[in-house]
């Protein structure tokens, strides 16, 4: 963490830099998220020793892992299709649900767009999707959720690629506040 004048925070972490090992060894932050409280959900791909998973900690603000997060941890782990899932962007509700999104290989279709809405807890929120979970399939081949927003009666927008078959299309999905797709 960086003190408002760019010099590293030495308050936070270990000499301002906090490494949180989550799963075997690989992981990767892709996004990261500020609630009001001042706690931070960074988010990313965990590997679990065969491929990867959604991977989910939440920090305190001096950088160490919030165990009232994640089963008393700090850490939550979500494994979406058959094979590697990987989260690409966050989302923060207004009412503390944490929204991630990124794309998950299955066994057919190759990568679909998935998303994972957890409560607060990081526990998963049963009434968004199964589960929690959510991967639309669109397509015979690759479709990607790179980027999302939340829209302000709570729905939520995804934005990434589909292949048609010859070459990759933008591709931009909203979904209900259920998990549907609107």
Wanted: some cysteine.
């Amino acid at each position: 963490r960086y003190l408002p004048n760019g010099t590293i925070d030495t308050s936070f972490g270990n000499a301002g830099i906090a490494m949180i090992p989550i799963g075997t060894h690989d992981d990767i932050a892709f996004s990261g998220l500020l609630q009001p409280d001042g706690k931070i959900v960074v988010s990313g791909d965990v590997f679990n020793g065969t491929d990867y998973d959604f991977g989910i900690i939440r920090l305190l603000t001096d950088g160490s892992l919030d165990t009232s997060f994640g089963g008393g941890d700090g850490k939550v782990i979500y494994q979406l299709g058959t094979s590697s899932d990987y989260i690409r962007s966050s989302l923060l509700q207004p009412d503390g649900k944490i929204i991630v999104v990124g794309l998950s290989l299955g066994p057919i279709n190759g990568y679909s767009p998935g998303l994972v809405r957890m409560n607060s807890d990081g526990s998963p929120d049963n009434s968004f999707g199964t589960s929690g979970m959510v991967i639309t399939e669109i397509g015979p081949y690759n479709d990607y959720g790179w980027a999302s927003c939340l829209q302000t009666d709570g729905k939520i927008v995804i934005a990434g690629k589909t292949n048609n078959g010859t070459n990759d299309d933008v591709m931009v999905m909203r979904y209900n506040i259920d998990g549907s797709l609107d």
